[in-house]
Each structure stands twice: as structure tokens, then as C-alpha cells.
């Protein structure tokens, strides 16, 4: 699923397109995508309404909403997440004379890793029932939750409360007190969403290869330097899958396979699965 790179990459894309444009309608029938509200009930919390801050912790993904009139009182909070493979389409506003290619060029996107596909292929889907969720803004443009395989949600005030500190900004005395405690391998206690928010399977592996370290150490077994250090080689491949469009992007990620070789020393990966999920390690290397 988006990992946190992809969902920061929606959120600033909501942050770069998508704020302070009035909500004139939405579409929010898909009774399975905006469960528990029924249909209609987003739409009337929404309309008249605009989006004025986008937020991430971890994979999860909100945005702040506006009053309405002249009200100054805030909305209810939009929460979007993306699911397996969401991605967040921004259609720009409707110019009387544009055709369908030139909004498709000037849309903003985020989310999901798309292949080599086009960007047309995703702002204009074979199947329009891939548009989960919509927002109609009054300039003509277009929120979309774009999701082929419908398993994203979009929920008004989403509860926060059983997340860990973001994988991005958590401090080194969270990190050690969160990671660096009890008997889990450290894979397992990576992906504990509780512990600390936003880190996937690929992210994990990406990090636990840079920091030289096995995903089957018990994370309680970590030593201050090693956990800091654990926190650093976190801090960059976030960053870097952040620059570079995605967790697909490491450098470890292209070796993860059956037949793959560790790109520093050339050894065979190791293969297992660890935290319920598929593992590749340097055997040699990581300790």
C-alpha cells in the first residue's frame, strides 16, 4: 500500500492545488469507500465549504475545512486515505475554450506509484467508477480519490488517536523509547503503526539495509548509538523516497527479490517473513 512518501506526495499535492477553492458538490455515493456515513451525509457537512490546510501522520492523511458564509467557525476535518493503491487527482479550473488534453496536462496529482503509465492514463480512467470520491469546486475543477482497487476511505473527523509519532519528525528520545524496547524483531516493531506512523514493507527494508542492521534482531537488544543511527538511515531514505517519487526509488528496493544480490557486497539477499510480511536482508551485512 502508499507508504508514507506516496501520501505526503498527496497530501502536497492538495496543498499546492486544491486549497481555498469552494466545494460546490460531491460524490460521495460509494457507500463502501465513505463508510460509516451514508450517502449524502459528506456531501452536506462539505458544500460551501472550502479545504484549508492538507495534514499527514504517517499514512494518514486530513484536511481542514472552512466555514460557511460568514461563519469563521471551522468544518469537520476530511479524512482521505489512500488505500492500496490510491492516488489524489486535481483537475484546475474549467476554462471555457480547454479541451480534455489540456486539463489533463495541467492536473496536479500524488499518491500511489503508477509505473511508467502516463498521467493521462490516470486522470482519465478507462473505468470513471474508479473515481471513489469527488469534490466538485464552484471554479469547475475536481477533487478525485482515484482508486481501482476501492480501498481507500474518506471519513469526516477521523480518529488519530491509536497513531504512533510521524516516521518523518519523531525525535530520537520517542524513537528509542518506542523501537528501542521488548522481544519483536525489529521489523515488526518498524511496522507497528502504534510505535511510530508511516513506515511500510518497502520503507523497512529500505532502512533496515542502510542501517546495516537484520530485520530478526529483537529491537530490545539495540544499543542508544545503534538506535540512533537506526533513526538517521529512517530519516534519509524517507526523505529521498520523498524527492524521488516514491519507496519504489531506494536503492536496496530493486534488489528485493529471489535472486537478488546486495547492491553494496554482492551477497546472495536473504529472504523470510518477518512482522507477517516478506523480508530481503544482506545476510553479511545486516547484524
Not at 109 to 114: H, I
Not at 238 to 246: E, F, L, Q, S, Y
Request: hydrophobic fraction near 30%; include cysteine.
Amino acid at each position: 500500500m502508499p507508504e508514507l512518501p506516496e501520501v505526503e506526495s498527496a497530501r502536497a499535492a492538495i496543498e499546492r492545488a486544491g486549497l481555498e477553492r469552494r466545494i460546490a458538490d460531491v460524490d460521495d455515493a460509494d457507500t463502501y469507500e465513505c463508510r460509516p456515513h451514508h450517502p449524502g451525509e459528506i456531501r452536506e457537512a462539505l458544500v460551501g465549504r472550502s479545504l484549508t490546510a492538507a495534514h499527514r501522520q504517517g499514512k494518514s492523511m486530513w484536511c481542514d475545512t472552512s466555514g460557511t458564509g460568514r461563519s469563521q467557525t471551522p468544518g469537520p476535518e476530511l479524512g482521505i486515505h489512500l488505500g492500496m493503491s490510491g492516488r489524489i487527482v486535481i483537475t484546475p479550473p474549467t476554462v471555457a475554450d480547454a479541451d480534455a488534453d489540456s486539463v489533463v496536462a495541467r492536473s496536479t496529482t500524488g499518491g500511489d506509484y503508477q509505473g511508467t503509465r502516463s498521467s493521462k492514463s490516470v486522470v482519465s480512467p478507462r473505468n470513471p467508477a474508479w473515481n471513489r470520491f469527488t469534490l466538485f469546486f464552484e471554479d469547475g475543477g475536481e477533487l478525485r480519490l482515484f482508486d481501482k482497487r476501492r480501498l481507500g476511505r474518506v471519513r469526516l473527523d477521523p480518529d488519530r488517536s491509536d497513531l504512533g509519532p510521524d516516521a518523518q519528525d519523531i525525535t530520537l528520545a520517542q524513537f528509542r523509547q518506542r523501537i528501542g524496547k521488548g522481544k519483536a524483531p525489529l521489523k515488526a516493531r518498524l511496522l507497528d503503526q502504534s510505535a511510530i506512523a508511516g513506515i511500510g514493507n518497502l520503507l523497512a527494508d529500505e532502512t533496515l539495509w542502510q542501517a546495516h542492521l537484520s530485520p530478526l534482531r529483537p529491537s530490545g537488544e539495540l544499543d542508544d548509538d545503534e538506535l540512533a543511527a537506526l533513526r538517521r538511515a529512517l530519516r534519509t531514505a524517507t526523505r529521498a523516497a520523498i524527492k524521488h517519487g516514491g519507496v519504489h526509488t531506494g536503492t536496496f528496493i530493486r534488489h528485493r527479490s529471489r535472486d537478488g544480490h546486495c547492491p553494496r557486497c554482492g551477497a546472495e539477499v536473504k529472504r523470510a517473513t518477518v512482522g507477517s510480511r516478506t523480508t530481503y536482508w544482506c545476510p553479511d551485512e545486516q547484524q
